[in-house]
């Protein structure tokens, strides 16, 4: 398994334009045709003050997106793909996969949350065999609290979507203390990231009932619908994403992956260390310059 972050200062859009541009030349006309909606909408709306995180998922990061149609490209590249030869196609509930012959196979989810788009993929025997998407799925989310909103109207705004538990985990009944500011953002965000890694792994639309998933964070224990899940694997991990005006993002992300019904695993969240061999990381003007170099030569 390996994760590539991309991290992007979503304060400073206008440093990375002209490599934008250099980029999107790069691309398959389908591709250029659907990045350019994104480019195009982006200018339509900034009359009316859509914030700087809402135009980097539109113009860079959805999977529709250029940094999130860019990242499966290079991987492809890496195994000896020419751009013409790269195929992509999505599942009746959109998940996306690829369809290029590759031995081994290789999977792949993307995810996006204001400065970060994130790839996890897998190949070889680290992928359980259930093409043509597999059950491979990740996220990840800004620690962040909406303006104007309390902590505690922001969980009820998803409660239905919680279990007792997590509500509890989240909110401790009294004579407990609140929790302090970080560390209610924390769980409430791995709970969320947990819950949607999941079910982009499952390759399932937005019809499915988060309340059956639920995460004990605090001892980083799993269940869906109320049973350990067998045979999948659960990993936490945490970015950080350094912004020019000296301020600094925290995001924290889970991948889920399934590894087989015969596959004996404790249903605990496995928790990355620090700076784990398996997460690469590039800030979005180095990407786009590695991507521009490495896929230029392969389109032919």
Same mark, same amino acid.
């Given at each position: #398994?390996?994760?590539?972050?991309?991290?992007?200062?979503?304060?400073?859009?206008?440093?990375?334009?002209?490599?934008?541009?250099?980029a999107?030349?790069? #691309?398959?006309?389908?591709?250029?045709?659907?990045?350019?909606?994104?480019?195009?909408?982006?200018?339509s709306v900034?009359?009316?003050?859509?914030?700087?995180?809402?135009?980097?998922?539109?113009?860079?990061?959805?999977?529709? %997106?250029?940094?999130?149609?860019? !990242?499966?490209?290079?991987?492809?590249?890496?195994?000896?793909?020419s751009?013409?030869?790269?195929?992509?196609?999505?599942?009746?509930?959109?998940?996306?996969?690829? #369809?290029?012959?590759?031995?081994?196979?290789? %999977?792949?989810?993307?995810?996006?949350?204001n400065?970060?788009?994130?790839?996890?993929?897998?190949?070889?025997?680290?992928?359980?065999?259930?093409?043509?998407?597999?059950?491979?799925?990740?996220?990840?989310?800004?620690?962040?609290?909406?303006?104007?909103?309390?902590?505690?109207?922001?969980v009820?705004?998803?409660?239905?979507?919680?279990?007792?538990?997590?509500?509890a985990?989240?909110?401790?009944?009294?004579?407990?203390?609140?929790?302090?500011?970080?560390?209610?953002?924390?769980?409430?965000?791995?709970?969320?990231?947990?819950?949607?890694?999941?079910?982009?792994?499952?390759?399932l639309? #937005?019809?499915?009932?988060?309340?059956?998933?639920?995460?004990?964070?605090?001892?980083?224990?799993?269940?869906?619908?109320?049973?350990?899940?067998?045979?999948?694997?659960?990993?936490?991990?945490?970015?950080?994403?350094?912004?020019?005006?000296?301020?600094?993002?925290?995001?924290?992300?889970?991948?889920?992956?399934? !590894?087989?019904?015969?596959?004996?695993?404790?249903?605990?969240?496995?928790?990355a260390?620090?700076?784990?061999?398996? !997460?690469l990381?590039? %800030?979005?003007?180095?990407?786009?310059?590695?991507?521009?170099?490495e896929?230029?030569?392969?389109?032919?």
């Amino acid at each position: #398994m390996e994760v590539r972050a991309v991290l992007l200062d979503t304060t400073a859009l206008n440093d990375v334009d002209e490599l934008y541009r250099r980029a999107l030349i790069i #691309m398959d006309e389908d591709s250029k045709s659907q990045i350019e909606k994104y480019y195009h909408r982006v200018d339509s709306v900034r009359e009316f003050r859509i914030s700087h995180s809402q135009i980097f998922a539109d113009r860079y990061g959805v999977p529709g %997106g250029l940094i999130g149609r860019l !990242l499966p490209r290079l991987l492809l590249k890496a195994r000896g793909v020419s751009i013409p030869d790269m195929k992509f196609a999505k599942t009746r509930a959109g998940k996306p996969y690829i #369809m290029t012959s590759s031995n081994p196979p290789v %999977g792949y989810n993307i995810t996006h949350d204001n400065g970060v788009v994130a790839m996890v993929s897998s190949t070889g025997l680290d992928l359980y065999p259930d093409p043509p998407a597999y059950r491979l799925g990740i996220d990840v989310m800004l620690l962040q609290l909406p303006k104007r909103d309390t902590f505690t109207g922001f969980v009820g705004v998803f409660s239905e979507q919680l279990t007792n538990l997590e509500r509890a985990v989240l909110l401790p009944p009294p004579p407990a203390a609140p929790l302090p500011e970080h560390e209610q953002l924390r769980r409430f965000y791995l709970i969320w990231t947990l819950k949607e890694a999941y079910t982009k792994a499952l390759g399932l639309g #937005m019809g499915f009932d988060f309340s059956r998933i639920e995460y004990d964070v605090p001892h980083d224990a799993v269940r869906i619908d109320g049973v350990a899940p067998r045979g999948w694997e659960f990993t936490r991990f945490e970015l950080r994403n350094e912004l020019k005006d000296g301020r600094a993002e925290e995001y924290v992300g889970v991948v889920a992956r399934f !590894l087989g019904d015969d596959i004996e695993r404790e249903s605990r969240v496995r928790v990355a260390p620090v700076q784990p061999e398996w !997460l690469l990381t590039d %800030g979005a003007a180095r990407f786009l310059e590695t991507a521009i170099e490495e896929l230029a030569t392969s389109n032919t």
